[in-house]
């Protein structure tokens, strides 16, 4: 069936530090791609998006790839603050008659001043 | 994008007792849906709730345990019925807001049974 795998948490890194976050799908056919944001208290924010083999999603200085040869969906931040503390989860959605997303376990991220 | 709300944003509730909680949308849509995220866990689709028609519930999710509403293209409703411990969890709403298969949440209804 279909299912998102991601690193474990928790992922600690000081200020200004590369992130990477691995996110890997096992999926039929092509679908859409998603990484959301939950910070602390707070509900799940669409952090951005990638809906086909090569697109690049990226917002607020996040980015991540859609590599279907290795059905991967990493996240990556050049510098990381102390405000991106938070879980993100990687997601994904076939849509259509099956709109559903199917979420990754999450990973927890704490970066330090 | 559209503003999502949910009431209650918290509640403790007693064993056998049940909760509804409601889901406001700012906008009209075709496609609402409700989601568990247990504590320390991933989010879980219950169920979709499309306006007309029954909802359709996952695998695990039954109609008498989670029975759901969709009165108007605004709103939703989920009740937890019968409940006990093993349901302290947040219940989130989520919408299709443009057809895009990306879906916006609503802040979460975070329960507790004691």
């Known amino acids: 069936g279909n299912s998102v795998t991601q690193m474990e948490g928790p992922v600690t890194l000081s200020e200004e530090a590369f992130l990477t976050i691995n996110c890997t799908y096992t999926a039929t056919g092509y679908p859409s791609l998603f990484w959301y944001v939950q910070y602390p208290g707070e509900g799940l924010q669409l952090l951005l998006k990638?809906?086909?083999?090569?697109d690049k999603g990226s917002n607020k200085g996040f980015e991540a790839t859609y590599r279907k040869e290795t059905t991967s969906f990493h996240l990556e931040k050049g510098s990381v603050q102390v405000s991106d503390s938070a879980v993100y989860f990687c997601a994904l959605n076939y849509g259509g008659a099956t709109n559903k997303l199917i979420f990754g376990t999450g990973t927890l991220l704490a970066v330090q001043p | 994008s559209a503003v999502i709300s949910q009431k209650p944003s918290r509640d403790i509730c007693q064993r056998g007792t049940s909760l509804t909680i409601q889901c406001q949308v700012d906008s009209q849509v075709t496609m609402m849906f409700w989601y568990r995220q247990q504590p320390g866990q991933s989010l879980t689709l219950i169920a979709t709730?499309?306006?007309?028609?029954?909802?359709?519930?996952e695998s695990g999710f039954v109609i008498d345990k989670f029975p759901i509403s969709r009165p108007n293209l605004t709103f939703s409703t989920l009740t937890v019925s019968n409940m006990s411990p093993e349901d302290s969890s947040i219940y989130l709403c989520?919408?299709?807001?443009?057809?895009?298969?990306?879906?916006?949440f609503g802040p979460g209804t975070r329960l507790t049974v004691t």
């Open positions: 989520s919408v299709d807001l443009y057809g895009s298969y990306e879906q916006y």
């Open positions: 709730a499309n306006q007309g028609s029954e909802a359709t519930y």
């Open positions: 990638a809906t086909k083999a090569d």
